[in-house]
């Protein structure tokens, strides 16, 4: 038999370059979550190539390793992959939040669904009114407010967006509802809104709420958390103990917004990681530190 010619072994490299692909995935899945998180592929040179999200890793994995029924891209992209990056999470809700946060950070070029933001919906904090609103919000920026986001699952965001009205009942009615009011709504009555068209809470009061959420948002949830706490534990020891229950439930729903702050690498409890990238002859080094609270 003769030797291959140069194009049919140059043919049978290139069908031979997908098998690669799967089986760097197929490698990783004895090691990979079971539970939520958030994954990445990255290319033989390190280049992140995806980043995705998934309830349960494993499972989104083992479809990759298929190796077959895929559009061209995502085929294309499983041919550059040579190894993957695990972040285990405590909530599919903190997955979410990690994986629009690292698509914006690093860009990856097969994450082509997020790059045009407008589509993709925000948590948005309304400004300029009195009583600020809480809601989702889709399309260009053009309202005044703080926008967080964008988010890839519009599901998790209003399940977020509940939570977080349970947590500080900020309202999500539009203005001209809310300047029509003459007494509390629905969303009042089972504690998913303080009522300030109504008086039922003052300005002063609401704004408290409105900077709890904006700093939580912010990242600044351990800092929230840690004020409710205190502020139950003096309710209670003033005897003022309907106050207290309120603060006790808010509590609550920060832990269904966020789990435990659960974001772990690989189960590490304790780390240093250390980055750093150079650029026209300069470097720039980035410290992340990993601590058990």
């Known amino acids: 038999m003769s030797d291959p010619t140069p194009q049919s072994a140059a043919s ?37 190539l995806y980043v995705g999200k998934a309830k349960s890793i494993r499972k989104r994995l083992a ?29 599919e809700t903190e997955a979410l939040l990690l994986e629009a946060n690292l698509i914006k950070q690093l860009k990856p070029r097969f994450n082509v669904l997020l790059r045009d933001d407008k589509s993709f919906p925000y948590i948005l904090l309304t400004g300029g009114h009195d009583a600020p609103q809480i809601t989702k919000h889709r399309g260009a920026r053009n309202r005044n407010g703080d926008y967080y986001g964008p988010f890839a699952s519009a599901g998790a965001v209003n399940r977020t967006l509940n939570a977080l009205q349970r947590a500080f009942l900020l309202r999500s009615c539009s203005d001209s509802y809310y300047e029509n009011r003459s007494r509390p709504c629905l969303l009042y009555q089972i504690k998913r809104c303080a009522a300030p068209c109504t008086g039922e809470i003052s300005l002063e009061d609401y704004d408290d709420l409105v900077r709890e959420t904006r700093a939580f948002l912010s990242g600044k949830s351990r800092k929230v958390r840690e004020q409710l706490a205190a502020d139950m534990e003096k309710a209670a020891t003033e005897l003022e103990f309907e106050t207290a229950a309120r603060l006790r439930d808010r509590i609550s729903a920060l832990s269904a917004i966020q789990g435990t702050q659960g974001i772990n690498p690989n189960s590490v ?18 410290v992340l530190h990993f601590r058990p609270y």
């Open 12 to 48: 049978e490299e290139t069908a031979l370059e997908p098998l690669r692909g799967v089986a760097a995935i197929r490698a990783e899945l004895p090691r990979s979550p079971k539970g939520p998180g958030v994954y990445r592929m990255l290319g033989a040179d390190g280049e992140v």
């Open 63 to 91: 479809t990759y390793a298929r190796g077959y029924g895929h559009s061209n891209q995502v085929t294309r992209m499983i041919t550059l992959v040579a190894s993957l990056v695990f972040v285990t999470t405590e909530t």
């Open 269 to 286: 409890e304790e780390a240093d990681v250390f980055a750093i990238s150079e650029q026209g002859g300069q470097f720039a080094v980035e």
